[in-house]
């Protein structure tokens, strides 16, 4: 490709009908929402890379059973996409190609899996490792995620006092 790659990257997400929801981020770089998870999209005059930034962190005390559910998830995927720890910490889920022949409907495949599996499995990661009310360590602030007060009443009473078994 030439050093006008953002422009190629610009042209197939607009192929792909993704234009209208990316945020361009560098020049070669796009976000894109995908339900609960986000996708950075980066192109260079060789590859492609699709990844979404899952957690800033191994779970605490659960590092290893962590790792042998992302092995186990990585079997799902059939070759196309993977999880990986990055240098600095953060696991990621990651797919990534050689952009010579690449044409749109590969490259919406691509981007497709990676947002597809991210979407589902991190909701299902953070339920299975992070969720505890010490833990900070999701990809979201803690400030976003919903303290005790607003998970509502432990016991199901109406505001009258009235539980539900008494109806």
Request: glycine fraction near 8%; charged fraction near 25%.
């Amino acid at each position: 490709m030439s050093q006008d790659s953002n422009v190629d990257l610009k042209e197939l997400l607009e192929q792909s009908g993704w234009m209208d929801q990316a945020v361009k981020v560098e020049e070669s770089v796009y976000h894109l929402r995908w339900g609960s998870a986000e996708l950075v999209i980066g192109i260079t005059d060789h590859a492609l890379a699709v990844f979404a930034p899952m957690f800033k962190e191994l779970p605490s005390g659960k590092e290893a059973a962590f790792c042998y559910r992302l092995l186990q998830l990585n079997d799902t995927m059939g070759g196309v996409a993977g999880f990986a720890l990055q240098p600095d910490g953060w696991i990621v889920l990651n797919a990534g190609r050689s952009v010579k022949g690449m044409d749109a409907d590969e490259f919406k495949a691509l981007v497709y899996t990676v947002g597809q599996f991210a979407d589902t499995y991190d909701d299902q990661l953070f339920d299975e490792f992070y969720r505890s009310p010490m833990s900070g360590q999701h990809r979201l602030p803690t400030d976003m995620l919903p303290g005790e007060d607003d998970l509502g009443p432990d016991d199901p009473e109406d505001e009258d006092g009235a539980t539900t078994e008494e109806r």
